[in-house]
DNA sequence: GTTCTAGAAC
DNA sequence: GTTCTAGAAC
């Protein structure tokens, strides 16, 4: 593939009948919008949702959040809610598969680049530990550092609907002078705040974040889980109480009962 | 968006 | 001498 054609390899994507794609970039498809494999994902899990070519949108409105939000200001929300909608999907099969293939779940942000390399929208699906092989410059570092400014969440991209008409509109510019500088800052941690000296120390240290949130969370849900086999099993040997009495112990069910308020 | 590589940084 | 960054790529 040319570099030119990277450039516009979603947008072809977005123009295609969804049927004729490979499983290998398709991950998901509605009517609306497409979601397909980062091709170079910058962490575990790693998405991206295009909106289709649809009526009464152009493909030249749909080539970045910038395009979009200077077009009609309500198909503009359309739009934006329903790659919401198909976002809080494919954020519930990743939850799954974060279950399933590591024990336990963390972090998905979902956001844009106010400055994308790649033309036609497409909204980041991004699970919160940056650890990948293909993250391997500060741009890339930078550009989904949560907290940084560069990376705008989907949530906060909404609510500037909810502002005042004056705060849409300037928030809605996105120049790309006022974003740029933000992806040559320096290199810090996320999670800790930690600076740290360059690419290679940053990408160990966020190894070691993630295996440390990954130990406490699976420690939690043990934790919960003794528990719960504890409880059940007192209910169960003292049914014949139960049965006399109030049975204090099924007021309490496990779902409502966070360990995290009290062991954290 | 990536790859490649010159030369800066260590 | 080796590691690392950052700009060019026709």
């Known amino acids: ?8 390899v979603l947008r072809s994507y977005a123009q295609m009948n969804p049927e004729r794609l ?25 998405f991206l949702v295009l909106p289709r070519i649809k009526p ?3 493909v030249d409105d749909l080539t970045d959040l910038r395009t979009l939000l200077k077009c009609n200001k309500k198909k503009a929300g359309a739009v934006l809610k329903e790659l919401s909608d198909e976002a809080d999907n494919v954020k519930k099969m990743i939850q799954e598969e ?7 779940q963390w972090e998905i942000w979902t956001g844009f680049h106010p400055v994308p390399s790649m ?5 980041h699906i991004i699970s919160s530990d940056l650890c990948s092989g293909k993250l391997k410059n500060k741009k890339h570092y930078n550009s989904f550092h949560p907290k940084l400014g560069f990376f705008l969440h ?12 004056s705060f849409f509109e ?10 740029q500088p933000l992806l040559k800052e320096e290199l810090a941690c996320f999670k800790c705040g930690r600076a740290m000296k360059n690419m290679p120390t940053l990408k160990t240290h966020l190894q070691v974040e993630w295996d440390d949130e990954a130990r406490k969370e699976k420690a939690r849900i043990a934790r ?7 409880q059940s099993c007192q209910s169960s040997s003292s049914q014949a109480d139960a049965n006399k009495g109030e049975g204090r112990s099924a007021k309490r069910s496990p779902e409502i009962s966070d360990d995290r308020a009290t062991n954290i």
Not at 1 to 8: A, C, K
Not at 23 to 44: G, M, R, Y
Not at 224 to 230: A, V, W
Request: proline share 6%.
């Open 1 to 8: 593939m040319s570099d030119l054609t990277i450039l516009t």
């Open 22 to 46: 490979p499983v290998s970039i398709l991950f998901n498809h509605t009517e609306t919008c497409l979601t397909v494999f980062d091709a170079f994902p910058k962490a575990i899990f790693h």
């Open 56 to 58: 009464p949108l152009g």
């Open 98 to 104: 974060m279950l399933s293939r590591y024990g336990f």
């Open 119 to 123: 033309q036609h929208l497409h909204l």
């Open 154 to 165: 989907l949530s906060d991209v909404l609510s500037w609907f909810e502002a005042d008409p």
């Open 170 to 179: 300037m928030r809605a510019q996105l120049k790309p002078r006022d974003y």
């Open 224 to 230: 919960k889980r003794k528990r719960e086999e504890s």
